[in-house]
């Protein structure tokens, strides 16, 4: 119990120091709130992939989940992001024999993402849709839970028409608070991916999570698709930095929405800088580069970052 309280404790003080430093505040916070203490202990800058990354041969049934593992074993990665689109069934035969390989090749299942029903979140003006939706995730956090991931990854969803965003809001932490008492009782971690809806920006993803308040309500932080396209880079900075106490998982690329390059450096200094202590996953989506020339190259780049800021 005290481990819980000191984490909501982390959440709310951590989160909101963040926030100020990035110049931004949540609701009810001033952007003065003074920041928690830094941790004793270095970052630890994991190196992750997430199967997303290789969408077009898994997609195309020209590589398999189990080829996504060993393809991990061969880049050198420690942690494999299982994206549920690929998944051949959710029978608990396959997913223990994926969770085996997994073991006997020294990779670590950091996660799952919910469900290929993108219909799936956590918004809806319906209570009876609502209601069916959180059910659904409650599955995948067996699935996950059989798979031996200790993270869920799930969508926040968008506004419906004539929805206001404070009753959208009020939908969704509703929703929230339900899985997240469920994915507690199996030490599931749920992130929220930064990604369009009303998870799209810093401010209301932290609210998100602020007010579920629970040790098991996270972000994916998704570094690419945070942030509208008519904010600056500097803008976007701001609020990757704000997001990071709150951050269980992370998705990684070299560009923006926008197109414009990442700075990587940068990424992993502030990271380093909050004292994350978790997997930089690769999302690889350059276009111009096949996956399997580019996305060895990107997880030697970040690797090299994590030597340079983290205790790995």
Same mark, same amino acid.
């Given at each position: 119990?005290?481990?819980?309280?000191?984490?909501?404790?982390?959440?709310? =003080?951590?989160?909101?120091?963040?926030?100020?430093?990035? &110049?931004?505040? @949540?609701? /009810?916070?001033? %952007? $003065?709130?003074? +920041?928690?203490?830094?941790?004793?202990?270095?970052?630890?800058?994991?190196?992750?992939?997430?199967?997303?990354?290789?969408?077009?041969?898994?997609?195309?049934?020209?590589?398999?989940?189990?080829?996504?593992?060993?393809?991990?074993?061969?880049?050198?990665?420690?942690?494999?992001?299982?994206?549920?689109?690929?998944?051949?069934?959710?029978?608990?035969?396959?997913? =223990?024999?994926?969770?085996?390989?997994?073991?006997?090749? &020294?990779?670590? @299942?950091? /996660?799952?993402? %919910? $469900?290929?029903? +993108?219909?799936?979140?956590?918004?809806?003006?319906?209570?009876?849709?609502?209601?069916?939706?959180?059910?659904?995730?409650?599955?995948?956090?067996?699935?996950?839970?059989?798979?031996?991931?200790?993270?869920?990854?799930?969508?926040?969803?968008?506004?419906?028409?004539?929805?206001?965003?404070?009753?959208?809001?009020?939908?969704?932490?509703?929703?929230?608070?339900?899985?997240?008492?469920?994915?507690?009782?199996?030490?599931?971690?749920?992130?929220?991916?930064?990604?369009?809806?009303?998870?799209?920006?810093?401010?209301?993803?932290?609210?998100?999570?602020?007010?579920?308040?629970?040790?098991?309500?996270?972000?994916?932080?998704?570094?690419?698709?945070?942030?509208?396209?008519?904010?600056?880079?500097?803008?976007?900075?701001?609020?990757?930095?704000?997001?990071?106490?709150?951050?269980?998982?992370?998705?990684?690329?070299?560009?923006?929405?926008?197109?414009?390059?990442?700075?990587?450096?940068?990424?992993?200094?502030?990271?380093?800088?909050?004292?994350?202590?978790?997997?930089?996953?690769?999302?690889?989506?350059?276009?111009?580069?096949?996956?399997?020339?580019?996305?060895?190259?990107?997880?030697?780049?970040?690797?090299?970052?994590?030597?340079?800021?983290?205790?790995?």
């Amino acid at each position: 119990m005290n481990s819980i309280i000191a984490r909501r404790q982390f959440i709310r =003080t951590a989160g909101a120091g963040a926030l100020a430093g990035a &110049g931004l505040a @949540l609701p /009810g916070m001033s %952007s $003065g709130s003074p +920041s928690a203490p830094a941790a004793s202990a270095p970052s630890r800058l994991l190196i992750g992939c997430t199967a997303f990354s290789f969408g077009k041969p898994l997609g195309a049934k020209k590589m398999t989940m189990e080829d996504f593992i060993l393809k991990c074993v061969e880049m050198g990665v420690g942690g494999a992001e299982m994206t549920a689109y690929w998944l051949k069934s959710t029978d608990r035969d396959y997913l =223990t024999s994926l969770r085996h390989l997994a073991f006997k090749n &020294g990779v670590t @299942l950091t /996660g799952v993402g %919910s $469900g290929p029903d +993108s219909r799936l979140h956590l918004l809806d003006a319906d209570a009876d849709k609502r209601q069916a939706m959180q059910e659904e995730m409650k599955r995948w956090i067996d699935i996950t839970d059989t798979l031996g991931a200790s993270h869920m990854r799930i969508f926040a969803g968008s506004l419906p028409p004539g929805v206001s965003t404070a009753q959208g809001m009020d939908w969704a932490v509703e929703s929230m608070k339900v899985v997240c008492d469920y994915s507690a009782t199996k030490g599931i971690t749920l992130g929220v991916e930064t990604h369009g809806g009303i998870a799209l920006k810093g401010e209301p993803s932290l609210e998100l999570i602020r007010r579920v308040d629970s040790p098991f309500a996270a972000l994916s932080l998704d570094i690419q698709h945070l942030t509208g396209d008519e904010d600056s880079d500097e803008e976007r900075y701001k609020q990757i930095e704000a997001c990071v106490p709150y951050t269980a998982q992370t998705h990684i690329t070299d560009r923006f929405d926008n197109h414009r390059p990442i700075d990587l450096d940068r990424i992993w200094q502030l990271f380093s800088k909050h004292r994350f202590r978790g997997y930089m996953s690769l999302e690889y989506t350059n276009s111009e580069l096949d996956v399997f020339t580019g996305a060895p190259q990107m997880i030697e780049r970040m690797k090299g970052l994590s030597k340079k800021y983290s205790s790995i």
